[in-house]
């Protein structure tokens, strides 16, 4: 689905809470509480905090698994429970597993059917994201043989099948080597560049830092801090996609050594 | 249109998957190997007799594997996507949630029919083999077709309870469990009618699918009590599958 | 319109779409039940059944519908204890089958014949005088009759438990009126075979009954198809012939009987009113010829 184009904003948190209610008492754990955030189109969000700040469930309202227990969550102006916010989202949970009995491509002709491309388009935006993500030799084996960034490259590659507007990454980079996240971000800066408006969480403070445009520190549920990279950090924003120093000599060693 | 491409996609999906559980092998050979010990009986040689009493005994091995099947499985594979988080691939795209459960139950149906209808091609082998050793003794297999599509009528019933309560657990071993322990509450009903236990009566009577034994002396029912029947069915699994879809909505993943 | 979420927007508090959703199953159920009335024709397990069944296991197999393997499984200890000639456990098993599952002829009318049949046999020796093996036969047999009386009450009549009924009223209580009965009951079920039309009429006539056996065939000739060679149209015709003759016999006989009978005492009057003529005709005896 297309995102209205006249809309300001395209993630948008209003007062955004979100209680948990634990077993045998009324009271709910507070997972997040009264967030307020906006997004324009085309950015790259970073979500980053500790374990328990309410990173992953924030993403999850976003995406319309679970509702607010206060204040609102939009994609484009739309509710993000309603249909039309999730056809214009792709999700990628953290650490998921996918069906191991299926190769790469049936996993992601089946996500392409439940999105309603037509069949078509789907073969061609299959072998087009397949190309993207790194599998194209690994396409007709089965999952259950992928190795753990193989799994993650099939998320993101799910998440992206269908064109959205929005991309909620829950620790995109987990399972990925240094050379599988250096073409992550360049990925992720082609997409946003795009206008595909990005928000992810991460726990890599220096490359959130080089990808994002605004980051947003949670702590117990709050927001602690909200801003772009240079207001936030004082500095010129690091706008380079070159590996660091470390990461060259990485790179280097593995081609020498195959 | 497209809601139906996503439940045919999610029941296909669900298929595989269940096709691959160790349970349904488990439980499909189970059930076979009951069907052989019916068979391997055969040595008191009780004549016709003997055909019944296999007859009987395959059909009630299909009728427990049956049900167990469609509890233990529909509670596995409903929660085996969202301790995986599979689902998400599903929920997070457009589409109702409705869709998901209907797909769910449509391809825990396909599975179930695939079980009775691979055993029940044994028992029609194991049934022609005895009465060609008791001299040809007639067998009518159409009596065997309908016994087997009313257990798969039964089963598919207690797969979509399962599912209703599924939807509301928290855990596959919860809801295998009260999944079982509807289907038993279910051949009670007959029993509560006659005890005036009428709270009972909210669950489906179970026990009107099991004509296998009037099919057994050679009843086939009529085309009234048929139809009757398969509506009686499709009213209760679209009732639970509804109230599943109904509570799933708003069920935080 | 996403209809889910406005109407789930609507109903905010959660406990009222719990209440909701318990309502609609109630409802949906209740709704439903007058449909399974009608489909519901199976006879319900009845408490002398339960009964039964009790401390044999068998309970919790018939509650999960599997009344028919329960049944078989009896059957099977049926016969082992059939094969050792064991009475009590015959017996016993005999009853356990029909309790577990009462919904198959097959197990009433064997194990009627088993009663019958076998065990006189297994009770006295063939050496046994005879009273001795009749009054054993007539124990065994009202056994076997009481066992498909119980039969037709919680299975329900058909010609098979009649005609059963019937045989054994013949071969062990000797009693061919009340196998008349049992025939006659047989013929009148729906599908029963055509011969028990036929044997009804037979008894009757061995009972010296023959214008009821007549009215009987008379009463079942239209119902005989012509295409049919198991109704036995022909004999049945000839049969009807044959018993007409033998009625107008039996009548004329029996009108000649009667008025042999008048004729006695018609003359018997008239030698008395004679005799009072002599005596009036003072006292004058006269020999006359009757």
Known sequence: MNPPMDYPWAIELVDFAKKYRTSGSGHGRPAVGGLTLRLGAGQ??????PNGSGKSTTLKALAGLLTPTAGGCQIFGHQAESEAARAMIGYLPETPQYSPHLTGRGFLRYCGGLSSLPRVELGLRVSAVLSWSGLEEAADRLIATYSKGMKQRLGLAQAILHEPAVLLLDEPASGLDPAGRLILSQRLRELAAGGTTIVLSAHLLTSA?????????????????????????????????????????????????? | ????????????????????LRLTLGLGLMSAVLMGAAYRLREFNFGGAELKFINDFGLGAMGLGGGLLAALVTAQLFFQDLETRAIYAVLTRPGQRWEYIAGKFTGVAALLALFFAVLSLLLVGLLQVRAVGLGGASVRWEILLYASGLL?????????????????????????????????VGQLQAWAQQSGWDWLRVWPNLAL?????????????SASWMIGTLGYWAAYVALFNGLAAYIFQ???I | MDWPLIFFNAVKFKALRGILALGLLFSGSWGLRHLERQLSDQPVARGAQWSELIGHGGIVAVLGGMRSVVASGFWLQTNVAW?????????LGLNLTVAADERSDYFWLNGARMLAYDLPEWRVSPAAPRAVREKVQREQGKQALEFLRKGIQWHGANAAFYIEMGNIYLRRMDDLAAAAECYRWAANQPSAPYYAARIHANLLQQLGRPAEALAWLEKIR??????EPAARRALVEAWIETLKREVETVEAEKMKAENNAIGWEEQKRKIGKLGELEKWNCGSSASFAV
Not at chain 1, 44 to 49: P, S
Not at chain 1, 211 to 230: K, M, N, Q, W, Y
């Open chain 1, 44 to 49: 790259i969000l970073g979500l980053l905090g």
């Open chain 1, 209 to 258: 830092a080089e990808l994002c445009d605004r980051l947003a520190i949670l702590g117990a549920g709050r927001l602690l801090v909200e801003g772009t990279v240079p207001a936030l950090l004082g500095v010129a924003p690091v706008r380079t996609l070159e590996p660091s120093r470390l990461e060259q000599l990485y790179l280097e060693k593995l081609s020498l050594h195959g």
């Open chain 2, 1 to 20: 249109m497209a809601a139906g491409r996503r439940i045919r996609l999610i029941a296909q999906h669900t298929l595989a998957e269940a096709v691959h």
């Open chain 2, 152 to 184: 798969w009528l039964k089963s598919t019933l207690i797969a979509a309870m399962t599912l209703f309560v599924g939807a509301y657990a928290r855990s596959a071993l919860f809801t295998s469990c009260l999944g079982l322990l509807v289907a038993a």
């Open chain 2, 209 to 221: 699918f099991d004509a296998q034994a009037a099919l057994g002396v050679g009843q086939i029912p």
């Open chain 2, 250 to 252: 708003r069920r935080e």
């Open chain 3, 83 to 91: 094969e050792q000639r064991d009475i009590q456990a015959t017996t």
């Open chain 3, 222 to 227: 239209p119902t005989l198809p012509a295409n």
